[in-house]
């Protein structure tokens, strides 16, 4: 499922000004450095300041994100956010359970799935009246469908990523949200969440974009008040299911 | 060319008129009123679920402190990890020369419209009215800053841009600004009110050809940049179009993802009360070979713009602001006049800081002083910013330089202002009195706040209440 090609570096656009070339960038460092009254760090220090980096050194946990149940600790948190949660007995279950759901949102049984084999993969045939196409957020598209590469249960957070088989834009055009999480992608805190991609992606971590998706969309934009659906999805859906 | 609507610090009416005015504005008042239902009561009850919370502000704030002490090699580490992805990285020096490279960049591309997600930067440097005198359209994608960019005016609060709206001033933006709007439509909801924002500024998404998005963090150990929004506006805009710019300014590193993890539970929460924001994204580098979707190019326009002049002074803690809005959701002063009387991006006791720096003391004499120094927004700043203190230090500048006259003068307008409000006025210029008193200030103790101005208006102050005591007993009355 990661993508293990190594990082690949197109060519940059041109510099398009001379307030980017390296006249102003010594004169930002320049203005930093004489500020702390120094010049460049010392090789060492510098290397040592890598090497603390590559450590991956984590800080407080609140103990919140170190729950046992992570199943439930993950549906309490997402639903406190005003995500729904489903549990499903397997991932076969998932085209029955949205379209039930989409039946009882009165919504037109149709959606569109990231492109990822695995749900291709899903047995769509128990729903032939499902209509289903895979692609990206393009203009129209009501209800997405994706399989988020881990959740956060600290705070009910979906971990989506982007990738060939992974769509950015579904994940923020589409009215309706549906998530499927598997219990075995499950990290207690945002940290463990970091390792398990470091360690899917290799060296590819971390993907062009990583989405932390904590509930639907919202604004208070118009008096404090919380209103759902501002620009992103009006609603989240999220299907835990057994597996890995 | 003029570059501002509004251009901040050259107001000719003074803090105190501008002051007095929002006084006596009643939607104004009304909107203001809400901030402590709103934002504090949501900030308080969301840190109270959280035990270790100052244990995630002592992180939080060591983090930032080992950042700013290294900046420079954070700020190249990070540059290159952004090099390596594919993307580029700017350095702007000042206002104008991050103006230049983001029109640059938008010319490049042809651009003809640009969305924008919410960032405070682009405001400081006023990119909107420069980006449309060279004929390209900014289109704001946050429901407050699009509200704002309708109305023409500056955001009143760094989180809540519109904060100093209601209802009927927003439905009458749309009425007059929306063409194709069905005059019979019900627009008396705030959830009508954001369905139509989102049906309008749908298409726009679609059709533009940069996103441009502010930053939270920037992360030095992968260069990704860090955008956190509960609308989803700031990743419509940075994943739609061809070219995805992100405009920052210098102190918003971080070493590592970690780090990033304690700052974000220390910055939702003190921000609007909530755990986690609802859409916390990382980028990095453009769209890669074969991904499904994605900007083809990537820019980071990294602005000083002040940053590093603060560095090494009593103003490197301001550097740690996390812009959480705190500071200004309790501050009795921003409580009672609202944003725009700052006059200045940046409002509230985290911009009676920063302006000077960043726009310069002479014209803002007066923002140092529009506080009551009872610190109530040091007390609640995740970040352990003394802000009194480096407010009374800029004071002193501006006494030093000769400019003491207008604080003065200010100060005088504005307790007058407060009068004619009397719960503001009875609530500041008790608890002014208190800290004055116990500071043997000299300065301000002339004002009209001595036993003598204040006699006959009698509400002495309960021993031993703290400030917030009084400030909800007199929000209540
Ligand atoms: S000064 Fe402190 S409270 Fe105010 S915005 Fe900055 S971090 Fe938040």
Redesign the pocket.
């Known amino acids: 499922m990661a993508d293990k090609s190594p990082i690949s570096t197109p060519a940059p656009t041109p510099a398009p000004t001379p307030s980017s070339g390296p006249a102003n960038r010594a004169r930002v460092l320049g203005a930093v450095r004489a500020a702390l009254g120094r010049g460049p760090l010392p090789t060492g220090r510098a290397q040592g300041l890598d090497a603390t980096l590559a450590r991956h050194q984590r800080h407080t946990i609140p103990a919140r994100g170190r729950a046992d149940d992570l199943v439930a600790a993950f549906a309490s948190a997402a639903s406190g956010v005003a995500a729904e949660v489903l549990h499903l007995a397997s991932l076969d279950e998932v085209p029955a359970a949205l379209a039930d759901h989409l039946a009882s949102l009165n919504l037109p049984p149709a959606l569109r799935l990231a492109p990822d084999p695995a749900l291709a993969a899903l047995p769509w045939h128990t729903r032939p009246l499902l209509a289903v196409e895979v692609g990206t957020g393009v203009p129209g598209v009501q209800v997405g469908l994706a399989l988020a590469e881990a959740g956060v249960a600290e705070t009910g957070t979906l971990v989506l990523t982007s990738g060939a088989e992974r769509s950015t834009t579904l994940n923020f055009v589409p009215d309706v949200q549906y998530v499927i999480l598997p219990h075995g992608r499950l990290d207690g805190a945002l940290e463990d969440a970091w390792a398990r991609l470091r360690n899917a992606h290799g060296a590819a971590w971390p993907p062009r974009t990583v989405n932390l998706v904590t509930g639907p969309s919202r604004t208070g934009d118009i008096e404090q008040t919380m209103i759902m659906g501002a620009h992103g999805p009006r609603r989240l859906v999220i299907l835990m299911v057994p597996g890995a | 060319m003029s570059v501002q609507q509004q251009p901040s610090g050259q107001s000719s009416r003074s803090f105190a008129s501008r002051a007095a005015d929002a006084m006596v504005d009643a939607n104004l008042q009304t909107a203001l009123n809400r901030l402590s239902t709103g934002f504090a009561t949501r900030r308080a009850t969301a840190i109270a679920a959280v035990p270790e919370f100052e244990a995630l502000k002592a992180d939080a704030q060591a983090i930032k402190n080992h950042v700013l002490d290294n900046l420079d090699h954070y700020l190249e580490r990070f540059e290159a990890e952004v090099i390596a992805r594919g993307g580029s990285v700017h350095w702007c020096p000042d206002a104008e020369s991050a103006r230049q490279t983001v029109l640059a960049i938008c010319q490049a591309a042809g651009a003809r419209t640009v969305t924008k997600g919410k960032s405070m930067v682009a405001e400081e440097i006023a990119l909107n009215p420069f980006l449309e005198a060279n004929g390209i359209e900014p289109v704001e994608t946050d429901l407050g800053e699009y509200l704002i960019q309708i109305a023409k005016e500056p955001p009143s609060h ?1 989180i809540g841009p519109a904060l100093h709206m209601t209802r009927d001033t927003v439905e009458g933006l749309f009425r007059s600004h929306h063409p194709s709007l069905d005059p019979a439509r019900d627009l008396t909801q705030p959830e009508t009110l954001v369905a139509e924002a989102r049906q309008m500024l749908r298409p726009r998404y679609f059709a533009a050809d940069v996103g441009i998005t502010g930053a939270n963090f920037l992360v030095a150990e992968t260069g990704s940049t860090v955008i956190v929004t509960n609308e989803g506006n700031g990743d419509l805009t940075q994943s739609l179009p061809r070219v995805h710019v992100v405009l920052s300014s210098i102190e918003k590193i971080v070493p590592g993802h970690e780090d990033a993890a304690t700052l974000l539970r220390v910055l939702a929460r ?1 921000a609007t009360g909530q755990d986690m924001s609802v859409y916390t994204t990382f980028s990095c580098g453009p769209r890669r070979p074969g991904d499904a979707d994605g900007p083809d190019a990537f820019h980071v326009v990294l602005v000083d713009n002040g940053r590093s002049a603060m560095l090494g002074t009593e103003f490197q803690e ?1 550097l ?9 959701n309790h501050c009795p002063v921003y409580g009672a006049i609202g944003g725009h009387a700052y006059d200045a991006v940046y409002m ?3 911009g009676a800081v920063l302006t000077p720096q960043i726009e310069g003391l002479f014209g803002h004499t007066d923002l140092p002083a529009a506080s009551t120094f009872c610190g109530r ?1 040091a007390e ?4 352990g ?1 003394p ?1 009194p203190d480096l407010m009374r230090r800029w004071r002193e500048k501006s006494f030093a330089a000769g400019w003491s006259p207008t604080a003065e003068r200010w100060g005088l307008g504005l307790w007058s202002a407060l009068a004619r409000r009397p719960w503001a006025y009875r609530l500041v210029a008790r608890v002014a009195a208190a800290v004055l008193k116990r500071l043997g200030s000299k300065g301000i103790a002339r004002l009209p706040l001595t036993a003598g101005w204040t006699a006959g208006r009698d509400m002495p102050a309960p021993a031993g209440r703290t400030f917030s005591d009084l400030w909800a007993e007199q929000r209540r009355g």
């Open positions: 760094i003190s301001m740690r602001c996390i812009k959480c809005g705190a500071c200004m509230g006791p985290m927004c609640v700043c995740p970040m910013i802000l």
